[in-house]
């Protein structure tokens, strides 16, 4: 129901979308002026904000998705220094791009665009599109991140609906309802759009989002400090933080797994998740799930299934350590084993050990990776792998 207060509660009908666009926009003026002539003394400065190159921005706003800035400087400046243009990604291995990209997390991203880069190259001839329509047939690119892209690289008018957007958004026009729902999200794709000052997409979007970042934070809004702290219903409301509603959070669930560092001949055995799905392109030391209740006994079953899918007689030795991680769906809990090849495959991936860095790897095996470097330091020279 719309209320005289023109605050907004429970989801948008149809008709109600139209009367609240246009009634929530009523000072957009004021809203534009108070917030671009913060943002020009406010700016944060940010690599990305000092080019024009559309593959740059776009490389930030990749990296930039469910990230935040401080993260990505460093990765940002290693990735163009080692991929300084379209062309160079395209034509690269995508090993190598996720060797660029370790650490970062969420590795889609890496591999969506890699393959984005090569779409740009063989059909749009190396030119980012400068259309929304586009941009968006590109894996990896929502609209958001389209409408950054071409506010910020092509200077067009077009909207973004970023975390931080999406927060000040709702919060300027106190929108009451979970803004993830199709109608509301509606809503403030339209607010969105109709802020837009002509000709001036750019720095606002950039202040938007930076409005976002440095005050309009999701648990304590600093309302004092904001340019907008007298047009803002959410803060009239006198609890700002309310808006967007909190997502209610699902439970995690924990994920009991078993390891295998298999040795032969002074190295060990690596192998490549698929491309496609979690840590798609990653190189491991095999592992394998297992349930709680099975912890007894562990040895015996880590050899059948070395065995059984590995192709290698293995005894299955001593405990390297129990290594933890907290992924975005699932936590991870994954006992590792020495294990010495006594027969079977010859013919998998056999690495020196001090050659395990060159390998692009998930945080929880580049730890183990680390662990056991650290206890073989100092046996030779590195050898030239190709990955």
């Given amino acids: 129901m719309m209320t005289s207060e023109n605050t907004f509660h429970g989801r948008p009908k149809r008709n109600e979308l139209k009367e609240w666009t246009m009634r929530s926009v009523a000072r957009k003026k004021e809203i534009q002026t108070k917030l671009l002539r913060w943002y020009e003394k406010n700016a944060r400065k940010l690599p990305w904000r000092g080019t024009e190159d559309p593959y740059a921005i776009w490389v930030s706003e990749i990296m930039l998705q469910q990230t935040q800035v401080a993260t990505v400087i460093p990765y940002y400046r290693k990735f163009l220094k080692s991929f300084p243009t379209i062309r160079r990604l395209a034509k690269a ?30 059909h749009f001839h190396g030119r980012i599109p400068d259309a929304l329509e586009d941009l968006m047939t590109l894996p990896g690119i929502g609209r958001s ?78 309302c004092d400090y904001c340019p907008l702290w007298d047009v803002c219903k959410g803060r009239a409301s006198g ?10 959070r699902k439970t995690i669930p924990h994920v009991e797994s078993v390891s295998a560092v298999i040795m032969r001949n ?34 015996m079953r880590l050899r059948n299934h070395i065995k059984k899918d ?17 992924f975005s769906h699932f936590k991870l809990t994954l006992r590792v084993y020495h294990c010495q090849a006594i027969g079977g495959e010859k013919k998998a991936n056999w690495v020196a050990i001090r050659n395990l860095h060159l390998f692009p790897m998930s945080r929880i095996h580049r730890r183990i990776a680390q662990k056991l470097d650290g206890e073989t330091r100092g046996n030779g020279d590195t050898e030239n792998v190709s990955l």
């Fill in 145 to 222: 991140t389209a409408g950054a892209i071409l506010s910020f690289a092509f200077q067009k008018e077009a909207p973004i609906l970023d975390g931080n957007a999406k927060r000040v958004i709702s919060r300027l026009f106190a929108v009451s309802d979970n803004p993830g729902r199709g109608k509301t999200e509606d809503l403030l794709w339209k607010m969105s759009e109709s802020l837009i000052p002509t000709k001036l997409s750019n720095p606002f979007n950039q202040a938007l989002m930076d409005l976002g970042s440095m005050l309009c934070t999701p648990r304590v809004p600093d």
């Fill in 239 to 248: 609890k700002p933080e309310r808006y967007p509603p909190k997502r209610m």
């Fill in 93 to 122: 291995d995508v090993s190598k791009v996720l060797k660029i990209w370790e650490g970062l997390g969420y590795y889609s991203r890496a591999r969506n665009l890699h393959r984005a880069s090569q779409i740009v190259l063989n």
């Fill in 310 to 326: 590995v192709g290698i007689t293995a005894d299955v030795k001593e405990l390297i350590g129990t290594f933890k991680q907290t």
């Fill in 266 to 299: 002074g190295k060990v055995l690596l192998r490549r998740r698929p491309l496609s799905g979690l840590l798609g392109g990653l190189w491991e030391f095999p592992d394998w799930r297992i349930k709680e209740k099975q912890i007894s006994g562990l040895r």
